[in-house]
């Protein structure tokens, strides 16, 4: 997994960069958002996510840490692909994601071209307990913490390798005690294979 890049900004497309990292031009594909930052030139570091699929090695590209975890997490709902997750952060700021599931905003949702009523009534059922809330602001309020990264790659890695998404949760709850204060993703995801395969 490459988890960020970093390197001079060779172009900017409209809806990619392209990185030069060590001689080599990646392209990351990556929200509006995010392209509105680069300059060609720049030297620059973005956090990544790669998608692996039979025909393709995609890599998207994202604004900060925070963004990357909320396109990781969005993907575990059932039919929500990449460029879906993509297409959600290019029009919901994390934060806006995060609050308009908690208060199950089905209408902010489905602003996010691709997603109808159904789609976002099914988003906010898989992801209501697992993206973190969004508080107000002010004194004594506090931002209720998303879901911690490591949890997401176990899963995504575990459904990867044919287990449905239920046994993958199950399996990370078990595990979740091992984490740490800097989880080993690889460790984890061993566990949990070896709960699920005791299962």
Not at 116 to 122: L, P
Request: charged share 20%.
């Amino acid at each position: 997994m490459i988890a960020f890049v970093r390197g001079r900004v060779a172009a900017v497309t409209l809806s990619s960069a392209v990185l030069e990292v060590g001689g080599v031009g990646l392209e990351l594909m990556c929200a509006p958002g995010t392209l509105a930052t680069l300059r060609t030139g720049q030297e620059v570091t973005l956090p990544t996510s790669m998608v692996v699929r039979e025909d393709s090695l995609t890599l998207f590209g994202f604004t900060d840490e925070d963004e990357k975890t909320c396109f990781e997490l969005v993907q575990t709902a059932s039919g929500v692909g990449p460029k879906l997750a993509q297409a959600i952060l290019a029009v919901l700021s994390p934060d806006v994601l995060r609050r308009a599931i908690g208060t199950e905003d089905v209408k902010t949702l489905t602003q996010v071209p691709g997603i109808g009523q159904k789609g976002a009534q099914r988003i906010i059922l898989e992801l209501k307990d697992r993206m973190g809330v969004v508080g107000p602001t002010g004194p004594g309020q506090a931002v209720v913490p998303a879901e911690a990264p490591w949890r997401a790659q176990v899963q995504q890695g575990l459904v990867g390798l044919g287990w449905s998404v239920r046994e993958a949760d199950r399996a990370v709850e078990e595990v979740a005690d091992q984490a740490g204060d800097q989880p080993d993703v690889a460790a984890l995801l061993r566990a949990a294979l070896q709960t699920l395969r005791k299962a």
